[in-house]
């Protein structure tokens, strides 16, 4: 009994202690300090020399620095854009990690991820100060000294074995002083061709990070552990003279492509799409966009509770590069609240087109571009298309025959024969 009673005592020890540690871990993230006060504005003239060291690195490099100059006409400028920025930004980053996020999903049993919330706030960032540095190459150098104390609403939704887990970013400070060199200075407008961004020094970022209401950022040690690695990451890659370089003209030409051409889509139908709403249906409707272009994509309109719909809706885009550009075909399951799922997306090169001459394409919708994915087995339906397109005359720069129709011929698609008909697993 001595023996079963010390190893029931162990026992219960172990299993005490680590409901303790447990509960004090959740008290520990989820308490807020009370104590937190707000500054009182003081003037300079009321502080003394140890006040205004402390303040020193707050003060704008215009002040300190001779070589800076004041540029309250570009804040104003930022402030004024900022709600425009705001969104713009927003949509480059979900485009952007779309693709980053479909490669986790059915792996290690996450169901979804997606931005619940993604907004980078109200409060723009501020340029304190900006230096134009003087070289004798065909190149323009800025370094602004930029500070952001921001209000993000940033909420990721993780769904894991049927959990919805909520990862809020807050509280977001940058301070950096980046490099910005346009090069080389060209006399086609935007009048040069590439942006390179490079980092100074190690910039100072500050954040909060609740995950399901928890700051995980008040986990000791956490904090300098997530800071050092940020800092690290960045001097690796930006720290000059490293250098994040942006392409804005074609690197070849150095000049903007001008349009060569009109694209004619036909988006006839899908069939087999997948069921995404509770009932067993979808809403279909269907993006469709040139690769290289800025332009917003064009749209269908949505086939309520339809797995099988039919468009035989006509749509024009205007071609810059038929050897290189990429049409983009995208099906979305039209949702009223939350953000539209995928169902597939193919791509067609326009460089298997013939000029003035109809093609269709039945193409099996894919997960992603990946179309050799061992895990991406499903059956996502297919999508059938017709494409034709119609090159500027070289005189001219006008279409080569009618304007409305979608080929030289008064009436009519200039169809080819079944054995051309494009089928089967699609182009990727």
């Not at 993000?152 to 970013?169: A, C, E, G």
Request: glycine letters at 6%.
């Amino acid at each position: 009994m001595g023996f079963l009673s010390t190893l029931l005592g162990i026992f219960g020890f172990g299993i005490g202690t680590s409901i303790g540690l447990l509960i004090g871990f959740f008290l520990f993230i989820y308490s807020k300090p009370k104590t937190v006060k707000e500054p009182v504005p003081r003037p300079l003239y009321e502080l003394d020399n140890d006040q205004l060291l402390d303040i020193l690195p707050d003060i704008p490099l215009w002040v300190k620095c001779p070589d800076y100059e004041r540029v309250d006409w570009l804040n104003k400028f930022v402030a004024d854009m900022w709600p425009y920025l705001d969104k713009a930004i927003c949509a480059q980053i979900r485009s952007a990690t779309e693709p980053m996020f479909a490669e986790y999903v059915g792996k290690y049993q996450i169901e979804a991820i997606e931005f619940d919330n993604l907004s980078l706030g109200t409060i723009p960032p501020e340029i304190h100060g900006l230096k134009v540095c003087e070289t004798n190459e065909k190149e323009l150098v800025l370094e602004p000294a930029v500070r952001w104390a921001g209000n993000p609403n940033i909420v990721l939704t993780l769904k894991l074995l049927s959990f919805r887990i909520t990862i809020q970013l807050v509280d977001l400070q940058i301070f950096m002083a980046p490099r910005i060199t346009l090069k080389p200075l060209v006399p086609t407008f935007p009048c040069f061709a590439t942006v390179a961004v490079s980092l100074l020094w190690k910039p100072d970022v500050d954040f909060g990070m609740s995950i399901l209401g928890g700051d995980i950022m008040a986990i000791p040690g956490l904090y300098q552990f997530v800071q050092k690695t940020i800092k690290r990451q960045l001097a690796s890659l930006y720290i000059w003279p490293q250098a994040l370089e942006i392409p804005i003209l074609d690197s070849a030409t150095v000049a903007v492509k001008k349009p060569v051409g009109i694209l004619h889509v036909k988006v006839v139908r899908a069939q087999k799409l997948l069921k995404k709403d509770i009932l067993g249906t979808s809403d279909p409707y269907v993006k469709l966009n040139l690769s290289g272009e800025r332009l917003p994509s064009k749209k269908t309109t949505i086939k309520k509770r339809n797995l099988n719909p039919e468009w035989n809706e006509k749509f024009k885009l205007i071609v810059k590069d038929p050897g290189s550009q990429v049409l983009q075909l995208q099906v979305f399951d039209w949702d009223k609240v939350g953000n539209h799922d995928r169902l597939g997306m193919q791509f067609v090169p326009l460089k298997f087109l013939t000029p003035y001459e109809t093609k269709e394409f039945k193409l099996d919708l894919l997960k992603h571009t990946d179309s050799y994915d061992p895990q991406d087995k499903k059956q996502r339906g297919k999508i059938v298309v017709e494409l034709m397109y119609a090159p500027f005359r070289a005189d001219s720069g006008k279409l080569e025959g009618t304007q409305d129709g979608y080929s030289r011929k008064e009436s009519g698609f200039d169809r080819t024969s079944d054995s051309e008909v494009f089928g089967g697993a699609g182009l990727l």
